[in-house]
């Protein structure tokens, strides 16, 4: 009896593992991406489909300057892409535009590799914290010391790859409190950060400094330093063109309008949702809701005297 038991046990615990490992390899297995590369001339290379827009620079001398970095869980396969695309050049710096995981997935696997990390001071001390963001509980830990930016900057400035100068600057409070703005002024290539997602409504990351007043006036900054021919990269969705600029600057402005008008006469937010802000938009931009609510719950710490 025993033995048969025993037999029945062993033969349980085999399916049981089965099960358990038939469960969980989906889980284990990091899914390929579709990953897409585009040149876009004077050494820069567009690398999408990993979370977020990568922007590639290779310097004259071979040196690689890396804007963005994807999801983390893309990471191999992200570096693998950019490996291919700059004939393993050697990466000297990694550029931060803002903190979320979409832009700093690339953060561990070259920071322990000693690679030089800038952002915004802001984005650095959010990535040194743990973050929950209150409308949906999701969290956000601390990354590691030697993936936290190593450089950072409070205004504006330029940087040196090989011969090639590249300027910077800081959006305020806009998207986040730490967005940045990266322009490559040989190529005319404008990465424009979190302030630009052009395939969707963008989240609206109050939490961590965001409001609704700041993205238009972002949207502003870049403005002023995007041409006609200026190529612009968002942080997700299609290249935008300097008209674009202008299509999405109306838009924010007009949304804060609408917003904040409605804000100031004791509007809640589902008055603020029933007005529908967002109304001849939203066939381009999909449904608005959360980007309402975000937008909204954003003016608090503007307009309320003792928020
Ligand atoms: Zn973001």
Redesign the pocket.
């Known amino acids: 009896m025993m033995c048969f038991r025993k037999i029945r046990f062993v033969a349980n615990l085999g399916k049981t593992i089965l099960l358990l490992l038939g469960l969980l390899m989906p889980l284990l297995q990091v899914q390929a991406q579709d990953m897409s590369t585009r040149d876009l001339g004077n050494g820069l290379t567009l690398v999408s489909g990993s979370g ?1 827009n990568i922007l590639v620079f290779q310097a004259g001398n071979g040196e690689v300057l890396v804007v963005d970095g994807g999801l983390e869980q893309y990471a191999q396969q992200t570096l693998d892409t950019i490996n291919g695309v700059t004939g393993n050049g050697d990466i000297s710096l990694l550029i931060n535009t ?1 903190w ?1 995981p ?2 700093t997935g690339l953060n561990t696997l070259l920071g322990n590799r000693g690679v030089r990390i800038f952002a915004h001071e802001n984005t650095r001390q959010w990535l040194g914290t743990s973050i929950t963001h209150p409308w949906d509980n999701s969290t956000f830990a601390p990354l590691p010391l030697s993936a936290q930016p190593s450089e950072t900057f409070y205004h504006y400035g330029d940087l040196e790859i090989g011969d090639s100068q590249i300027r910077y600057g800081y959006l305020r409070q806009a ?2 409190d730490g967005d940045m703005y990266v322009y490559f002024p040989e190529a005319n290539v404008l990465h424009g950060g ?1 302030v630009l997602a052009n395939d969707g409504w ?2 609206m ?1 109050w939490w961590t400094g965001g409001w609704i007043g700041g993205l238009a006036n972002g949207l502003e900054v870049l403005l002023e330093i995007a041409d006609e021919d200026t190529i612009i990269v968002p ?1 997700n969705g299609p290249l935008m063109s300097k008209a674009d600029l202008q299509a999405m600057r109306d838009m924010y402005a007009t949304i804060f309008q609408r917003i904040s008008g409605g804000f100031r006469a004791a509007n809640s937010v589902e008055d603020t949702l029933g007005q529908d802000p967002t109304a001849e938009f939203n066939a381009q931009f999909g449904d608005p809701e959360d980007f309402v609510r975000r937008s909204h719950e954003s003016l608090i710490p503007h307009y309320t005297p003792d928020a």
């Open positions: 977020g803002h979320h979409e832009q998207h986040t979190g963008p989240l990351d942080a």
